[in-house]
């Protein structure tokens, strides 16, 4: 069963404008991370943002925030204010406690940012 | 975090042949885990690997075709053995910094391609 979801299809965004990516997660275990990347066009795997499954508020890292709602099992990301270098595909990943700590990743999401 | 050298960059094999990527970390890291990322596909973890012990492989994918060597703390090998064109992908290396928040660490990548 695919543990990380990912269905957006590719999306164009303004520049400046704010962007978030859809990700939803299958988990048993309370004790888990959820991480998003971004590959840009030169293969690059750029770590982005972290939440913790016990983690009381919402990830921020700069213009990253991650709009973790427990319940829903949903981990969303928002990009704030837009840049053309944020056009890459952008994974939504997870690491469970066990299965030895190995990050199952979604399908990604295409972003286009267009001036 | 830790940082990750992976060579080749990308390389352009004949079928039948075999190719061993290495990746050197600048760091001790206990874990290492090497991905799959087809053409426009996100990534497969093809194996686990831990220093001194043998290599845990996913589902689909067998030593014999991807033997991995972990001979120390901060090296790991995969070699894609006897390759077909469809094998043509990226492969990725990754380490688990053990750092937990700060998310795992990638390679650059290879890009290979089988003729």
């Known amino acids: 069963a695919q543990k990380i979801t990912q269905t957006q299809p590719g999306m164009f965004v303004q520049e400046k404008e704010a962007v978030t990516l859809d990700c939803t997660y299958d988990?048993?275990?309370?004790?888990?991370?959820l991480f998003w990347y971004k590959q840009p066009s030169s293969g690059e795997m750029i770590f982005l943002i972290y939440?913790?499954?016990?983690?009381?508020q919402n990830a921020t890292e700069g213009r990253y925030s991650l709009n973790f709602q427990k319940a829903r099992k949903s981990a969303n990301l928002v990009i704030s204010a837009s840049q053309l270098g944020d056009s890459a595909m952008y994974f939504c990943?997870?690491?469970?406690?066990?299965?030895?700590?190995?990050?199952?990743f979604g399908k990604g999401n295409q972003v286009v940012v267009i001036p | 975090s830790a940082v990750i050298s992976q060579k080749p960059s990308r390389d352009i094999c004949q079928r039948g042949t075999s190719l061993t990527i290495q990746c050197q970390v600048d760091?001790?890291?206990?874990?290492m885990f090497w991905y799959r990322q087809q053409p426009g596909q996100s990534l497969t973890l093809i194996a686990t690997?831990?220093?001194?012990?043998?290599?845990?492989?996913e589902s689909g994918f067998v030593i014999d075709k991807f033997p991995i060597s972990r001979p120390n703390l901060t090296f790991s090998t995969l070699t894609v053995s006897n390759m077909s064109p469809e094998d043509s992908s990226i492969y990725l290396c990754?380490?688990?910094?053990?750092?937990?928040?700060?998310?795992?660490?990638f390679g650059s990548g290879t890009r290979l391609t089988v003729v």
């Open positions: 990754s380490a688990d910094p053990g750092q937990g928040r700060y998310g795992y660490t």
């Open positions: 988990t048993s275990d309370p004790s888990y991370g």
């Open positions: 939440q913790g499954s016990y983690d009381q």
């Open positions: 990943a997870m690491r469970e406690s066990y299965g030895n700590n190995r990050l199952a």
């Open positions: 760091s001790q890291v206990t874990m």
């Open positions: 690997a831990n220093q001194g012990s043998e290599a845990t492989y």
